[in-house]
């Protein structure tokens, strides 16, 4: 049995899925934010289970996003539970201030190359720095890579990377129940967005990855499973995968077509593209908005229709 546990989050998001697999071992999957409104609620969540945090064994991590993240190491401080995340994560996780330091850093840069102003750079930065107790370090004691299988008493999950969304996305398939244990992979009422992050694994923001394309193709793979139901990290419970992954690439598609368009009229910044697509939302939103744009610009970009012209350290797009 699998139980969902709703927790509170500050972010715009909403509440995170916390899920209590009831299993040997007792594993929770993804924590929530690291405050006393989110540790209460789970609390209170495992007791209408008959469980407490001590009881916990296991818990295993879908993503680095701090939703997911905050609470991890309290729990396995209070419960001994065992920590198990994607190998590339865990140095990430055991040096969260560096890591989230680094990826501002990161960030920032992809932000002035793309036309962003330093003012919007510099609310956006105080606004990390805030959002940043929300998380903290977590020491992983299993680390798992594509392909190993987590085990319990009565199921087995399969663990496959499937980046995109951020780069350490890992899902875990229960074949035989045809469950995808998705974290935010793939969530029903809002598009995942494919966040231009820093790799996990070496950074430079002139080489950035293409996220989006690498998100399409996990997609794509997820898309070719057999699945019953799909746990996702927000919201409910999804069923017809492939149909929502369809609409989801049909929905890039649009959006890529509505771009060419913008790009054909006069080459522009990605922050420009924002602004001519989302109005205000690309500044309120800068980093969000421009990570959406650059998406579709890569996929432009990959077909041939669009190029990139840096100029004084700012690059702009246009008709190829
Ligand atoms: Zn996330």
């Not at 139980?3 to 899925?17: D, E, K, Q, S, Y």
């Not at 920032?108 to 940043?132: K, N, Q, T």
């Not at 598009?191 to 193709?217: F, K």
């Not at 001519?276 to 800068?286: D, K, R």
Request: aromatic share 6%; proline share 5%; net charge negative.
């Amino acid at each position: 049995m699998i139980h969902c546990l709703p927790i509170p989050t500050p972010f715009a998001v909403g509440r995170v899925n916390v899920y209590l697999v009831e299993d040997d071992p007792l594993t929770l999957v993804d924590a929530g934010p690291n405050s006393a409104t989110s540790l209460t609620t789970l609390e209170n969540a495992l007791a209408e289970h008959g469980r407490k945090v001590e009881d916990l064994e296991r818990i295993v991590i879908t993503h680095q996003h701090i939703d997911h993240i905050g609470l991890v190491q309290i729990l396995a401080d209070r419960s001994g539970a065992e920590v198990v995340a994607l190998e590339m994560l865990a140095p990430w996780l055991a040096h969260y201030g560096e890591g989230m330091e680094a990826d501002d850093a990161f960030s920032e840069a992809i932000m002035a190359r793309h036309g962003i102003p330093e003012d919007v750079r510099y609310a956006l930065r105080s606004v990390s720095h805030a959002f940043r107790a929300w998380g903290a370090a977590a020491t992983v004691t299993r680390t798992v890579r594509e392909g190993d299988t987590i085990e319990f008493g009565d199921r087995s999950w399969t663990v496959w990377h499937r980046p995109g969304h951020s780069p350490s996305d890992t899902v875990f398939h229960d074949a035989q129940r045809s469950e995808l244990i998705a974290g935010d992979h793939l969530i029903k009422h809002i598009s995942s967005n494919p966040l231009i992050s820093r790799p996990l694994e070496g950074s430079d923001p002139d080489d950035r990855p293409q996220a989006l394309v690498i998100y399409m193709r996990s997609l794509e793979q997820t898309k070719a499973m057999e699945l019953a139901r799909v746990l996702p990290g927000h919201g409910e419970e999804i069923h017809g995968h492939v149909q929502l992954i369809e609409e989801r690439f049909r929905m890039h598609e649009r959006r890529a077509r509505k771009l060419l368009g913008l790009i054909a009229d006069r080459p522009r910044t990605a922050y420009e593209l924002a602004q001519a697509m989302w109005g205000n939302v690309a500044v309120t939103q800068a980093y969000l908005t421009l990570s959406e744009v650059l998406g579709h610009v890569d996929l432009l970009r990959n077909d041939g229709h669009v190029v990139e012209r840096t100029e004084g350290g700012v690059a702009r797009f246009a008709v190829a």
